[in-house]
C-alpha cells in the first residue's frame, strides 16, 4: 500500500507539517510505504492552458509534476493533501500542483481510459484555517472534491481545525493529532484483509505490468497487486501501453521496478511468473508459487499483444473468483 502526501505548506514543522506527518507516521507504523511532496520545494510550474493533455494526454511542461509526480500519483492507494488555508484556499504552489493535475481527467473524460486504481483509491484533505469563520473551508473543499475526480480517488473525508494560527497550535489543539492517527488507522483499515500478490517477470514492462493493472482494476478489493522484473527495463512497452489503451485500461506514467523494490513494504502471499520460470522470483520460503507461462511479447506483433492480454485478463478473473469465494 502506498500513501502519498502532498504538502502545501511553506513551514516545516509548522502546524499543517505537524498534522499531515502524524498521519504519515501512522501511516508508515502500519506497514505501508509513504512519500511527501512539498509542493513548496518542487519545480512546479503552473498550467498554461495550452490543451496538449486533452489531445495527447501528456502536458507540455517538463517539470517534476510530468518527470516525477505523476507515477507518484499512478502507484497511490491513497492521497493526502495537506494545506493552510490562504484566501479560503489551498495555497498557490498546491493549487498550481492540483491545476497540472488535468492530464490525468483529460486521459479520462477526453482520451477515456480507466486508472486502474481508481476504484480502489482513497483522497482526503487536512486543512488549517487562522479565523473561525463558518465559510472558511467551503473553497477548499470544493478544490478537493474535484482534485479527487481527476487523479481517480474517491472522498475518504476531511480533518479541519480552526482557529489554528500561530506556531504550536496544533499541538495545543485537544485532539487534532488524535483526530489525524485515527483517520489513518480508520482508511487504512479499508486496504487490509486483501491477498498480497507478487506477479513476476524479467522487465516489468509488459506482462506482470497487465497483471496487476487488470487485478487493481477488477478485484482491487480482494487483491493487493504488486510487479516487478528481474532486470527491469527502463521503459514500459509501448505496444503494451496500446493494447491496454485499446481496452479501456490506462498504463500512463508506470515505471518497470524490480522484484526487490515491488516487494520492499509488500510480503506477498502468492508469486506468480508470468512466464519466465521460477528463476525470475526471488526466494520466499514457504510462499505459494504458480507459473502462468505466458509467452513473452516483447518481440511480437501487436496482434499477439493482444492476445496475450486477453489471456491475462481472463487469468486474473480466474484467479480473483477463486480468492472470493476462499
Given at each position: 500500500?502506498?500513501?502519498?502526501?502532498?504538502?502545501g505548506s511553506p513551514r516545516i514543522k509548522g502546524n499543517?507539517?505537524?498534522?499531515?506527518?502524524?498521519?504519515?507516521?501512522?501511516?508508515?507504523?502500519?506497514?505501508?510505504?509513504?512519500?511527501?511532496?512539498?509542493?513548496?520545494?518542487?519545480?512546479?510550474?503552473?498550467?498554461?492552458?495550452?490543451?496538449?493533455?486533452?489531445?495527447?494526454?501528456?502536458?507540455?511542461?517538463?517539470?517534476?509534476?510530468?518527470?516525477?509526480?505523476?507515477?507518484?500519483?499512478?502507484?497511490?492507494?491513497?492521497?493526502?493533501?495537506?494545506?493552510?488555508?490562504?484566501?479560503?484556499?489551498?495555497?498557490?504552489?498546491?493549487?498550481?500542483?492540483?491545476?497540472?493535475?488535468?492530464?490525468?481527467?483529460?486521459?479520462?473524460?477526453?482520451?477515456?481510459?480507466?486508472?486502474?486504481?481508481?476504484?480502489?483509491?482513497?483522497?482526503?484533505?487536512?486543512?488549517?484555517?487562522?479565523?473561525?469563520?463558518?465559510?472558511?473551508?467551503?473553497?477548499?473543499?470544493?478544490?478537493?472534491?474535484?482534485?479527487?475526480?481527476?487523479?481517480?480517488?474517491?472522498?475518504?473525508?476531511?480533518?479541519?481545525?480552526?482557529?489554528?494560527?500561530?506556531?504550536?497550535?496544533?499541538?495545543?489543539?485537544?485532539?487534532?493529532?488524535?483526530?489525524?492517527?485515527?483517520?489513518?488507522?480508520?482508511?487504512?483499515?479499508?486496504?487490509?484483509?486483501?491477498?498480497?500478490i507478487l506477479f513476476a517477470c524479467r522487465e516489468n514492462?509488459?506482462?506482470?505490468?497487465?497483471?496487476?493493472?487488470?487485478?487493481?482494476?477488477?478485484?482491487?478489493?480482494?487483491?493487493?497487486?504488486?510487479?516487478?522484473?528481474?532486470?527491469?527495463?527502463?521503459?514500459?512497452?509501448?505496444?503494451?501501453?496500446?493494447?491496454?489503451?485499446?481496452?479501456?485500461?490506462?498504463?500512463?506514467?508506470?515505471?518497470?521496478?524490480?522484484?526487490?523494490?515491488?516487494?520492499?513494504?509488500?510480503?506477498?502471499?502468492?508469486?506468480?511468473?508470468?512466464?519466465?520460470?521460477?528463476?525470475?522470483?526471488?526466494?520466499?520460503?514457504?510462499?505459494?508459487?504458480?507459473?502462468?507461462?505466458?509467452?513473452?511479447?516483447?518481440?511480437?506483433?501487436?496482434?499477439?499483444?493482444?492476445?496475450?492480454?486477453?489471456?491475462?485478463?481472463?487469468?486474473?478473473?480466474?484467479?480473483?473468483e477463486k480468492i472470493s469465494v476462499g
Amino acid at each position: 500500500m502506498f500513501v502519498l502526501g502532498i504538502q502545501g505548506s511553506p513551514r516545516i514543522k509548522g502546524n499543517t507539517d505537524t498534522l499531515l506527518s502524524t498521519f504519515m507516521d501512522t501511516a508508515t507504523e502500519k506497514g505501508a510505504e509513504t512519500f511527501v511532496v512539498n509542493a513548496y520545494k518542487t519545480n512546479i510550474q503552473p498550467c498554461v492552458e495550452c490543451g496538449v493533455c486533452e489531445k495527447k494526454g501528456i502536458c507540455s511542461i517538463n517539470d517534476d509534476m510530468q518527470n516525477d509526480i505523476y507515477p507518484l500519483i499512478r502507484r497511490s492507494d491513497i492521497i493526502v493533501l495537506a494545506s493552510p488555508i490562504f484566501f479560503y484556499n489551498v495555497t498557490a504552489p498546491l493549487k498550481a500542483f492540483i491545476d497540472r493535475t488535468q492530464t490525468f481527467w483529460s486521459r479520462k473524460y477526453r482520451l477515456q481510459l480507466e486508472d486502474p486504481k481508481r476504484p480502489i483509491r482513497k483522497g482526503l484533505l487536512l486543512a488549517l484555517g487562522a479565523t473561525k469563520g463558518q465559510q472558511l473551508f467551503q473553497g477548499t473543499l470544493a478544490t478537493a472534491k474535484y482534485f479527487y475526480d481527476a487523479v481517480g480517488a474517491s472522498n475518504a473525508g476531511e480533518l479541519t481545525f480552526r482557529q489554528i494560527e500561530n506556531p504550536g497550535d496544533i499541538k495545543k489543539h485537544p485532539t487534532a493529532l488524535d483526530d489525524a492517527q485515527n483517520k489513518a488507522l480508520d482508511v487504512l483499515n479499508t486496504f487490509t484483509n486483501r491477498k498480497k500478490i507478487l506477479f513476476a517477470c524479467r522487465e516489468n514492462a509488459c506482462r506482470s505490468q497487465m497483471a496487476e493493472a487488470f487485478a487493481h482494476y477488477y478485484a482491487g478489493n480482494t487483491i493487493e497487486a504488486v510487479s516487478g522484473g528481474s532486470h527491469p527495463a527502463e521503459h514500459a512497452n509501448p505496444n503494451m501501453e496500446q493494447v491496454m489503451k485499446e481496452s479501456g485500461i490506462d498504463m500512463g506514467f508506470i515505471k518497470p521496478k524490480s522484484i526487490e523494490i515491488a516487494t520492499q513494504y509488500v510480503k506477498p502471499d502468492l508469486i506468480i511468473s508470468m512466464g519466465c520460470g521460477y528463476d525470475a522470483c526471488p526466494e520466499l520460503p514457504g510462499i505459494q508459487r504458480l507459473d502462468w507461462q505466458i509467452d513473452d511479447p516483447a518481440h511480437q506483433s501487436i496482434d499477439e499483444m493482444r492476445k496475450i492480454r486477453d489471456d491475462i485478463l481472463q487469468r486474473v478473473r480466474l484467479l480473483s473468483e477463486k480468492i472470493s469465494v476462499g
